[in-house]
């Protein structure tokens, strides 16, 4: 008989270093972070503009707007046209990608060392002189409307667009997707005010981490976005509202074998000193594998493969959120189960093993997550977008360490208690609608329709 292989024990979490950033503001107003890590021959450039609606009746255009002009900026400028632009990328191991969100609009792309200057006059050229040509404007108002029209029939969204516009209201952040009708509606000369009046340097980050000098990098962004310059500051969303939960929205979805349930309320920012003890609640409860809700739902009863929880930032608020797909005939039985642990996260206190998993795990997937350059820069962009430091990081680390179990026992009580939270299901209202009402009140409204193809396109 062979004896028992002995695992070591685990050892105690690396403090994490804070990394070595060095901050300058341009003359024109952004704000350019470097970060140098030698060692890997690569560059990872962030630049984060804030792009939130500017009031909340202009939201819906906005959106519709954006959604289009983060693809079509790319379209060419004064200079080169759309496959030149990709060629001068490429040549020095480059490919720009464009994204926007509720708050931002956000250049990003990996690089070589050596090609720090070529890349930064593409990226001025692209802040300062995008031609919006029409003809490719239209294949690229297309291309986003059918992108929708998928998006607009997947259940998933469906539940996340309809618990953002229960919690948000008319907030900007409520348009988790934009209208296909007003995406239609974009035209090229709105695309271009847009972004004449909302691409500014004032209020924007550039973030770049990787083998690159800082005085090198600050004398080559100041010489490339030299003519970057405009009036005004970008525009940042207003306050996030807090909204009474009301009872669950059952968002009908005829003939669906599947429910998804989604609950989400607010969660304490960046920098509120219980952000620790909440997302170790949140991880004791469904942040991960060994998770009180994934032993209930997955292991014990097996009404879904992966439900989780977790808490997300967004600039003018945070938000705690559990997602779960079930079955339909488990629905109303999955959503008591999901419901009772709360509950229990909320009036009973955590054993010390699951806090101390948590916090390893927290621990062990924040260094992870800024191990790489890729990491860092993302991290960095995010942190410094929303007002903060590097410093964050390792202030985070430090709370995480130090939280016990009566503050995440507080922190639950306050922030993860079930009658605090928006609950929405997409699902079957015809066979779920009465196992729903047997846990609370339901409202039922149908799901939203997908636009049919128009004809051309």
Known sequence: MSAPVLVPPLGDPRPMPVPQVHETTMPNGLRLVVVPRPGVPLVELRLRVPFAAATPRTAAVHAARTAVLSGAVLLGTAQHDELQLAQLLQAQGAELSVSADADRLLLATTMLPGGLGEVLGIVAELLGSATYPARQVEAERSRVGERLRIARSQPGLIARTALAERRYGSHPYAQQLPSAELVGAVTPAALRKLHRERVLPAGSTLVLVGDVDPAAAADAVGTALA??????????????????????????????????????????????????????????????????????????????????????????????????????????????????ELGRMALTPVTEAELESARRYLLGTLALGTATHAGLASTLSALFGSGLSAEWLADHQQALAAVGVDEVTEAARRWLAPTGLTAVVVGDAERITDPLGAVGPVEVRPAPIAPAPQAGE
């Open 227 to 340: 003519g970057w310059s405009a009036e005004g500051v970008a525009v940042t969303a207003p306050p996030a509202p807090v909204t009474a939960p009301g009872p669950l929205e059952l968002v009908h979805r005829a003939g669906a074998v599947q429910s998804n349930i989604r609950l989400g309320g607010p969660a304490p920012g960046r920098t509120d000193p219980q952000l620790a003890a909440v997302r170790l609640a949140s991880m004791v409860f469904g942040g991960y594998f060994s998770s009180r809700l994934v032993e209930n739902l997955r292991e014990r009863r097996g009404y879904t493969y992966s439900p989780r929880s977790s808490v997300e930032h967004l600039v003018a608020g945070s938000s705690f959120l559990v997602d779960a797909d079930v079955a339909t005939e488990v629905t109303g039985p999955a959503l008591l189960e999901t419901l009772y």
